[in-house]
Structure formats: structure tokens, C-alpha cells
């Protein structure tokens, strides 16, 4: 299901399960008003053709109106004006026929009447973390986690929940996402499905990640050439552990600002270690030899670069950039930019 997402652009975030098509992001700046002139020139019969899937069926067939949420949820636009038409159109029909379905079915274990339910909780999340107050979202993912908890676990209800508890996190309402993280991970680590189980375990990982501030990091892995690493070599210097790719435009986006602080601070004691979470090997080795780093570089070359990291600490949009003081305790799980910058000076000096 398409939604505006409440996450950054300057962010890559693989964890969603969200539409990722090939068209540009529709909050893009410029892509709207595009998509907005083609669509103001498409003929009256084609504007009318594309705007009859959005109809509503009519009459009080519990099932048509399932039917009709279930293939909007499967809606895969191919041009930018069906995706403007989508985001004009569905999210209202969508919501009358979850609506009309929590009207007519009164079963609360019928996959139409939980449908109904997800959506309407779906909705209702994105409004609260846009533009509800602490108590309010706090109340809503209460309703949540008694949703999950009373039905099967699917993956629609795990792709609403992990959406919320991210949109939490970037809000930013960081203490409320460590809860959201947490009570809806323990649902969903417990699941027999071991897709939705591993997703679990991230959301569980992502609450560890948020009050990972003032305790000592652990992680291992694999340098580039073969050899072990253990982040505890490094003790006495300050550490910075990013997360990236190299088919992440924002990852590469730091890489300038890393190269320059690392000049500045490394003679004072400063360490980078990227650790890189990209699949295809020789991709990764060709941008190394092209653009090489000075630093420490960690690929799982055994795993296709699944490094268990990434679900202990639960990174869901990468870069993630995680600072180490010189004891190994984490000091920043946001050390970007000028936070970086900051944190160095704090540490290190002017």
C-alpha cells in the first residue's frame, strides 16, 4: 500500500515492506507538480476509465468490499499518473470500505472484519505520529499491539507495525519507538513464520539499539582482506560504526564529511569502521578500488553481507552511524553530519 512516508529522504530504509517501484518518490521535490501537469492533460475518457477502479462497491456484500480493500492494498501504479490518482482517490475509499465492513461484520476473528481493523489502525497511525501528542500515539499503539496480539500475526500486520514504530523513531519519539519496538517485536519473534520471526527480532533489536547510549557496543566481523575483527581491539580511541551500502545515495552522500573529519581527529585517536550490508560482493570490491577509504571496512562476505548486526541492533534504513567513546560505550546512535562533528569536538577537542 503506497503512503507518504514520515522517514527522511536522506535515508535508505530496507527494513519497510513498503511499495518501491521504479518510479522517483512522489514527495520528491518537482515530482508532484509533473505528475500533477501530465495528469491535468489526460483526455476526460481516460481520467474516467482510471478513476473507475476507485469506485465503491455498493450494497452490503461483506465480501465485495474485502475483495475491493484487498486489490487496492496490491495496487502497483505504472506511471506518475496512476500514482497521483492513487494517492488522490484510494486512501478515502479505502477507508468508507473498511468503514462499511466494520458495520456489516461483527465476527472479531473474520479476515474481512481484521482487514477492516488493520486499515482503520493503519490511518489512524499516520495521523497520530504526524500530528497527535505523546499521549495520543502512546494510546493508539496500545490499540496496536492488542490488535497484533489478538490475531494471527500476518505479514500486513507486521508491515503496519514495524511502519509505525519506525515513523515513531524518526518522529522523532524516540522513547515511545523503544516501546512500540519492543512490545510489538516480542509479538512477532514469537511467530512460527520464520520471515515474520526474524522481523521480530529486528524490531526487538531496534529497541536495544535506542537505549544503547552509555553501555558498551559489541560487535565482530570481517575485514575486507579476511582477517577478524573485534570492535574491542579498538578501546582508547573513539570509534565510529557506519552502516552503508553501496547502492545508498545518502550513505554515499557522508562520505566526504567522514573522509574530512577522519583527517582532522584521527591522529587524536579517532577509528571508522564501515560495515558494509551490500549483497553483491564484487559491487562493493569495484567502489573500494574506485573510491578507496582509509579506514576499517567489514563485509559478511559468507552471508551475502546479512551481518547479525544488523537484526541485533535492528537497522532498518541505513546510514546508521553508532559513536563509540574511547571506554567502547556508545555515545551517539545518530553520529551524522554535524552531530558527528559536535560529539568529535566533545571528545576529542577543538
Not at 475491493?68 to 468508507?96: C, G, H, I, N, V
Not at 461484520?105 to 497520530?128: C, F, H, W
Request: aromatic share 6%.
Amino acid at each position: 500500500m503506497i503512503r507518504r512516508s514520515l522517514l527522511p529522504l536522506a535515508a535508505c530504509v530496507f527494513g519497510t515492506l513498503s511499495y518501491a517501484g521504479m518510479l522517483p518518490a512522489a514527495d520528491a521535490p518537482g515530482v508532484l507538480a509533473i505528475a500533477q501537469a501530465a495528469l491535468s492533460q489526460a483526455t476526460e475518457v481516460q481520467l474516467t476509465d482510471a478513476e473507475k477502479q476507485f469506485e465503491l462497491p455498493t450494497g452490503d456484500d461483506v465480501a465485495a468490499y474485502a475483495k475491493f480493500l484487498q486489490r487496492m492494498a496490491e495496487f502497483q501504479p505504472t506511471s506518475r499518473e496512476e500514482l497521483l490518482l492513487y494517492r488522490k482517490k484510494a486512501p478515502l475509499a479505502m477507508r468508507k470500505a473498511a468503514e462499511k465492513i466494520l458495520e456489516l461484520d461483527k465476527d472479531e476473528k473474520s479476515p474481512a472484519r481484521r482487514m477492516a481493523q488493520r486499515i482503520t489502525l493503519e490511518n489512524r497511525g499516520s495521523e497520530v505520529v504526524a500530528s497527535g501528542s505523546t499521549a495520543e500515539r502512546k494510546a493508539h499503539l496500545d490499540q496496536l499491539v492488542a490488535f497484533v496480539a489478538g490475531g494471527d500475526k500476518s505479514d500486513a500486520d507486521l508491515r503496519m507495525a514495524m511502519n509505525f514504530a519506525i515513523n515513531l523513531e524518526y518522529a522523532p519519539e524516540r522513547e515511545l519507538a523503544a516501546e512500540a519496538y519492543g512490545k510489538l517485536g516480542e509479538l512477532f519473534a514469537a511467530s512460527s513464520v520464520q520471515a515474520v520471526s526474524q522481523r521480530g527480532k529486528m524490531l526487538q533489536g531496534a529497541a536495544k539499539r535506542l537505549n544503547l547510549v552509555g553501555s558498551v557496543l559489541d560487535l565482530k566481523g570481517t575485514k575486507m582482506a579476511g582477517e577478524p575483527f573485534d570492535l574491542a581491539s579498538l578501546r582508547g580511541k573513539v570509534v565510529l560504526i557506519d552502516f552503508w551500502a553501496t547502492w545508498c545515495g545518502p550513505c554515499i552522500a557522508e562520505i566526504p564529511h567522514m573522509k574530512k573529519t577522519y583527517e582532522m581527529y584521527r591522529d587524536r585517536g579517532f577509528e571508522i569502521v564501515s560495515l558494509s550490508i551490500d549483497q553483491d560482493r564484487t559491487a562493493l570490491e569495484e567502489f573500494l578500488t574506485d573510491r578507496p577509504m582509509p579506514w576499517i571496512v567489514l563485509h559478511d562476505k559468507e552471508n551475502m553481507g546479512q551481518h547479525p548486526a544488523t537484526t541485533e541492533l535492528g537497522i532498518f534504513g541505513i546510514p546508521s552511524m553508532i559513536l563509540v567513546d574511547k571506554e567502547g560505550k556508545v555515545v551517539s546512535t545518530r553520529a551524522r553530519g554535524e552531530e558527528l562533528t559536535r560529539s568529535l569536538r566533545e571528545l576529542l577537542g577543538e
